[in-house]
């Protein structure tokens, strides 16, 4: 995707991505300190899920980690053998995710490239394929087009391949939090000021949004705040998987997600936000997949 063929979505959301490198490095949010000691963890969705990506260990596996932003989850992924390739279209994301691989000595396990997803296929090709394909946690929101983007997971796989993704549940971005003034909903551990709906779930157009603040860092002043995002149903991104040519091996559904979606939730302990109480709506969804043999 060329400088003068970029639409004004991409050059808007690459802008606001470039910008959030140096905020979330500097971050409590992307705690870096158990990857600099060598024992760095995945959130527990993650963790609980993987050892189906991959049964017998990461040790020589072949990862592609799509819109990996500064890398510290693909590097995560290198500590336990897998020799992984990070791609997202944001070059201070990318040049932050190759200097953390050097500081940690993974350069020969790593390699950072920097393109549009979109145009993986060019300027990442790879036709042994992949073993794995991994994409987690507000992705596929950032894309227009999801049948394409499951034909360029599906191009990358090796036949037999598996692909892991998670990401928000599509109906909690239905969602946002209320202005102020609503009235309070009566939760278990008492009022609160409860979601209220903004976007439609099947939504087809662009959302053009400009929102201050950031959910690694809600007090951060980013220099573009400005984003486009797409709502995509579940049904669309199962169908779309399956029809490019993968077998869906597990989808589950949580009630916890990484970061403070809404104002409500309340912290774990483990990493993940959650409903106060009783969850009523989910927040998270995960699945796994095998590319079809040919």
């Known amino acids: 995707m060329g400088q003068s063929e970029t639409p004004e979505w ?16 500097a971050s409590e949010f992307y705690d870096l300190a158990p990857l600099r000691a060598g024992e760095g963890r995945l959130y527990p969705v993650e963790e609980a899920e993987l050892p189906r990506i991959a049964p017998n260990g990461w040790a020589g596996l072949r990862v592609l980690h799509l819109q990996c932003h500064f890398g510290a989850d693909t590097l995560v ?36 490239v920097c393109a549009d997803l979109y145009d993986a296929r060019h300027a990442l090709p790879e036709p042994e394929g992949f073993d794995v394909v991994y994409t987690t946690w507000g992705t596929i929101g950032w894309l227009p087009d999801i049948v394409e983007w499951a034909r360029i997971v599906s191009w990358f796989l ?21 202005q102020p003034g609503a009235p309070t909903a009566l939760l278990d551990g ?8 903004r976007f439609s779930y099947f939504e087809a157009r662009p959302l053009d949004l400009d929102e201050a603040g950031d ?14 995002e797409w709502m995509h149903p579940l049904g669309q991104t199962l169908t779309a998987l399956v029809d490019a ?26 990493g993940l936000w959650a409903w106060p109480g009783t969850a009523w709506l989910p927040l998270g969804m995960s699945l796994g997949a095998t590319r079809r043999a040919e």
């Not at 040519?245 to 483990?270: K, N």
Request: charge should be negative; glycine fraction near 8%; charged fraction near 25%.
């Open 158 to 178: 090796k036949p037999g391949g598996r692909f892991y993704f998670a990401d928000g549940h599509p109906s909690a971005f239905v969602f946002d939090d209320p």
């Open 245 to 270: 040519g993968l077998a869906l091996d597990f989808v589950h559904e949580h009630d916890a997600v990484p970061w403070q979606m809404f104002s409500v939730l309340e912290p774990r302990g483990d």
């Open 10 to 25: 991409a050059r808007l959301n690459r802008a606001h991505w470039d910008s959030t490198v140096p905020v979330h490095v």
């Open 190 to 197: 008492g009022p609160a000021a409860f979601p209220t709906p």
């Open 77 to 112: 992924l290198a500590q336990r053998g897998a020799e992984v390739v990070g791609l997202d279209f944001s070059m201070p994301a990318v040049k932050q995710a190759r200097a953390l691989a050097t500081e940690l000595g993974l350069d020969d396990r790593s390699r950072f």
């Open 215 to 228: 959910y690694a860092d809600p007090d951060a002043e980013l220099e573009h705040s400005r984003t486009v």
